[in-house]
């Protein structure tokens, strides 16, 4: 605990309405409450729920321990999704991944393939379309948006029942034919789940944001087997800073959650090759450079045409003017069309991804593969259906790679399954600008480790050339689309974009035009200040006349020793409007200017003062309590003061 003496309340920290204007009510008197008597009941002990979220608040350790906990939930919900995805694609096709076995008949029932591939898409959005119109609209799309937006806006917080409405969404949605990614779903799932617990614990807005990026590192961990690259991935992309702290939780989480998805599914290689893959000779790193760009530009172009085709499709549902929920099903008939044309894009395609890797495709093959799964998942995101895009563009990386190391076997001793694996990290490194997440999923997915050096080189040039063409990602884009800004460089300034309402405390006092100079001047000094506005009437109800300084009365008295009123005199028209940003403020506060101006509302009535002292000092608290947040303890510090104090 601080050890300073009690302040006094200075105007900007007194509460006030939002309507600053003086009113007046009669007191009321205190309660009296009787002190207590030896006979008196002593107080209830805290419920359990409160101990544990003193202790969590109080203790790192704690934390740490609630940490593993939410990687263990995220690890089975990453499994309970994968069931639900393959179960409900084995009722509907007969197998639970359909695109391995493209083109077949239903296995037991017999359908022929046309049937369950035109009608499947649609029964499948019937399902969840009105789901996520009804209790979630957040839930549709690719997910990961909407958690680095609550994250950097919201302070972590994402409503329960997301989770839920996301996992049958998602499931329906892939399981059902839809091109998407199990990634995007299982992150906003998990960034669900730490964020309730968080706020299950009334945790402070800090440790719900910790929390939830440790749920979103989870996900990606149990998903891909990758628990390095789960926590690199939630300190990139969705906490956008690096801390040794951060790093220490998402850690916890990230490896609880790879663990618990191994200990039930098998500790298995994702996208397991069968042979080990090297570059012996360093000549070869000139075609690394080029896959990395070619590839880079693969998924940035995937990211353009994905928010190209969602713009369409919202000009043509905005033509037919039908229900939102009924959105999915309607379009989803096109998307069964295009799965009878080629079973093979049917899912997220992870056994076809193997395939091309393995060299099962020809080139032209793989290039239509390419295009056509990127126009596949555009429409299932655009159509209103709930997947990942990650997923998908290491797939458009995985086969473009695979398509130039084959254009360039005869130039090379490398396999072309070495372009294609280091074009999945091209391909993401493009299209998210996540350079370390690009370098490490690949590597534990595939577990070549001898890769490391050429997807470095191919993940920075493919960034490079993303971030030359391009500001958004392939995540942001969405987000700037709809006006939601994750970041502005005026955030990071002193004053960030606090409005004057915010800024502005009590009006010190409020001068009359009938005010003389000298009762003016002595207002002015009871008050402490050396400017004042002069209202209609001498109340913050009055129309707003003007500014009066110090200077002016001298100047004035020294003109007129009659002792005028203000209204014979020139007032300074300055006032700030209350929703002005504080440059605004501050351009009418630069010397030369009065020491303080008025805050008027949209009727033109002061609501409240700004003045240069006041601004400073509450600039000042800002800095003290960040400095009084940022004094962190330790057991051994604790320990050691202790036995200081025994001394």
């Known amino acids: 605990m601080s050890n300073r003496p009690p302040q006094p309340f200075a105007r900007d920290q007194i509460p006030s309405m939002p309507n600053m204007r003086a009113s007046h009510s009669p007191s009321r008197p205190a309660k009296h409450t009787p002190a207590s008597s030896p006979g008196a009941a002593s107080p209830a ?30 690890g089975l919900a990453s499994v309970l999704f994968d069931l639900m995805i393959r179960g409900w694609s084995w009722l509907g096709t007969g197998y639970a991944d359909y695109a391995g076995h493209a083109g077949a008949a239903h296995s037991w029932l017999g359908l022929p393939a046309w049937v369950f591939l035109l009608f499947l898409p649609v029964i499948s959005a019937l399902l969840y379309g009105p789901l996520v119109a009804r209790f979630a609209p957040s839930a549709r799309g690719h997910g990961i948006p909407e958690v680095m937006l609550a994250v950097a806006k919201n302070g972590g917080r994402i409503p329960g029942r997301v ?26 799932v998990g960034a669900a789940l730490g964020s309730s617990i968080a706020g299950g614990l009334r945790l402070p807005t800090s440790r719900v944001v910790l929390l939830a990026a440790a749920g979103a590192a989870g996900g990606i961990a149990a998903t891909f087997h990758a628990p390095l690259a789960g926590a690199v991935f939630a300190l990139e992309v969705i906490l956008a800073a690096f801390s040794a702290e951060s790093f220490g939780y998402v850690v916890l989480s990230s490896v609880a959650a790879s663990v ?82 080629a079973p093979v894009l049917y899912g997220s395609g992870g056994s076809v991804q193997l395939a091309a890797l393995s060299g099962q495709y020809s080139i032209g093959v793989l290039l239509l593969l390419v295009l056509g799964r990127a126009i596949y998942t555009s429409w299932t995101i655009g159509m209103g259906g709930s997947g990942g895009v990650f997923a998908p563009t290491l797939f458009l990386g995985a086969l473009a790679g695979s398509a130039f190391g084959q254009a360039i076997a005869y130039l090379t001793d490398a396999s072309p399954a070495v372009y294609g694996v280091i074009g999945m990290g091209a391909a993401f490194a493009g299209a998210a600008r996540a ?5 490490l999923i690949i590597v534990e997915m595939t577990e070549q480790y001898s890769l490391i050096l050429p997807l470095m080189l191919a993940v920075v040039l493919a960034t490079a050339a993303s971030r030359y063409l391009t500001r958004a990602t392939i995540y942001t884009e969405k987000l700037r689309r709809r006006g939601d800004a994750l970041t502005q460089p005026v955030d990071r300034t002193l004053l960030g974009r606090r409005s004057a309402q915010q800024l502005m405390g009590a009006v010190p006092a409020v001068l009359s035009p009938a005010t003389t100079l000298d009762e003016a001047a002595r207002t002015m000094r009871q008050a402490g200040v050396s400017a004042l506005p002069v209202c209609r009437g001498g109340s913050l109800e009055g129309e707003f006349l003007g500014v009066v300084t110090a200077l002016d009365l001298a100047l004035a008295a020294d003109v007129a020793p009659t002792a005028p009123t203000l209204a014979t005199m020139p007032l300074n028209h300055v006032s700030v409007p209350a929703h002005c940003l504080p440059s605004q403020v501050l351009k009418r506060l630069l010397p030369g200017g009065p020491e303080g101006v008025p805050v008027l509302d949209d009727a033109g009535c002061v609501i409240g003062w700004i003045s240069q002292p006041d601004l400073v000092g509450k600039m000042r608290r800002a800095q003290l309590r960040a400095l009084e947040q940022g004094k962190q303890s330790s057991w051994g510090s604790r320990f050691l003061d202790r036995r200081r104090a025994r001394r």
């Open 260 to 341: 618990t998805a191994r200990a039930i599914q098998g500790s298995h290689t994702m996208v397991d090759i069968g042979a080990s893959l090297t570059m012996t000779d360093l000549t070869d790193m000139g075609w690394v450079a080029l896959v990395g760009v070619g590839a880079g530009l693969v998924g940035l172009g995937f990211s353009k045409l994905l928010y190209l085709i969602e713009d369409a499709i919202d000009w043509l549902w905005g033509f037919l003017r039908l229900p939102e929920w009924s959105r999915p099903a309607v379009l989803g008939l096109v998307l069964g069309a295009g799965l009878v044309a």
């Open 45 to 74: 002990p805290p419920f359990p729920a409160d101990r544990v979220r003193q202790l969590v608040a109080a203790h790192r350790s704690a934390l740490a321990v609630v940490a593993v906990g939410i990687g263990v939930l995220v």
């Open 163 to 188: 989770a839920v409405v996301k996992l049958i969404a998602s499931s329906l949605t892939i399981g059902g034919g839809g091109s998407a990614g199990r990634e995007g779903p299982i992150v906003q």
């Open 435 to 439: 350079p370390l997440t690009g370098v």
